[in-house]
């Protein structure tokens, strides 16, 4: 059964394009790019979940990254 997002896809996208615009802007090197996105998702979490769910939030983000990087959905 597909993911459904609970989130409009269009506001989804353009978030997204929003940050991957800035970076391009900006020449960010991969590894940069993945330490600037790295403290902003830590930052997230830190500042909206509660100390006791965030390991299993944590768990589950990098489970479905890996899924997505590894089937080559962007």
Not at 34 to 56: E, F, K, Y
Request: glycine residues 6%; without cysteine.
């Amino acid at each position: 059964m597909p993911f459904q997002s609970k989130y409009d896809p269009e506001r989804i996208t353009n978030l997204s394009s929003d940050l991957l615009g800035l970076l391009s802007k900006e020449k960010v090197p991969v590894d940069l790019a993945l330490m600037v996105l790295g403290n902003v998702l830590s930052n997230v979490v830190n500042d909206n979940v509660p100390a006791g769910q965030r390991a299993a939030l944590v768990k589950q983000f990098a489970k479905t990254l890996e899924q997505s990087v590894v089937a080559g959905h962007h």
